[in-house]
């Protein structure tokens, strides 16, 4: 098991940067991979990014090139570094534990808000 906690969040001007982080309660080292959500009003749930144990990353093409996904296993944290925003970009985005057992195990944190507008 494993809590999740992001921050980061606010409000932020189109063009301008944001970086979340999502700290984990426990070692993040064997955790297959460690992903970052986001839904907006009246949209489902979607994949923003997601980082392997290896460090492997795989980004929505909405995303791609703007936004970067890392994670620090020596402090259990994972970041997500939005650069270029806009307001398509505006959710509440939610870090995602992901383990690659049988059945597979998901665990959420309980969201952070980002807003872009002028």
């Known amino acids: 098991q494993v809590q999740l906690v992001e921050s980061g969040g606010g409000l932020v001007q189109p063009g301008g940067s944001l970086r979340l982080s999502c700290a984990a309660s426990r070692s993040i080292f064997s955790i297959n991979t460690m992903g970052w959500y986001r839904q907006a009003p009246g949209k489902e749930r979607e994949l923003v990014a997601f980082?392997?144990?290896?460090?492997?990353?795989t980004y929505a093409d909405s995303v791609l090139g703007r936004f970067t996904i890392s994670r620090d296993n020596a402090k259990d944290t994972v970041y997500l570094q939005m650069n270029s925003v806009e307001p398509d970009d505006t959710a509440v985005y939610y870090c995602?534990?992901?383990?690659?057992?049988?059945?597979?195990?998901?665990?959420w944190g309980q969201g952070t808000q980002v807003t872009v507008s002028s």
């Open positions: 995602n534990a992901h383990f690659g057992t049988l059945p597979p195990v998901d665990y």
């Open positions: 980082i392997t144990s290896s460090g492997g990353t």
